[in-house]
């Protein structure tokens, strides 16, 4: 299936707009009292990061397959 220049663009977008919306919504559901820039900056946590990292991956591997 060919993709045009069009449909390249408007994939570009759609990740643009969701995988932000995806660690927002990472931030409300696993640190409800907190935001993931707090914990890895100030807490210097280190797992916060790594499933930070693993989130927003898996979704792009989602977010590739399904368009």
Known sequence: MEHT???IFLDFI???LVIPAVR???DA?????????EEISRDQN?????LEAVVLVSF?????YAV
């Not at 280190?46 to 790594?50: E, K, L, N, R, T």
């Not at 792009?60 to 590739?64: K, N, P």
């Open 24 to 26: 927002l919504l990472t």
């Open 14 to 16: 759609l990740g643009l």
């Open 29 to 37: 559901v696993i640190l409800p009292g907190s935001t993931l820039k």
């Open 46 to 50: 280190v797992g916060v990061g790594i």
């Open 60 to 64: 792009a591997g989602i977010l590739f």
């Open 5 to 7: 220049l069009f449909q």
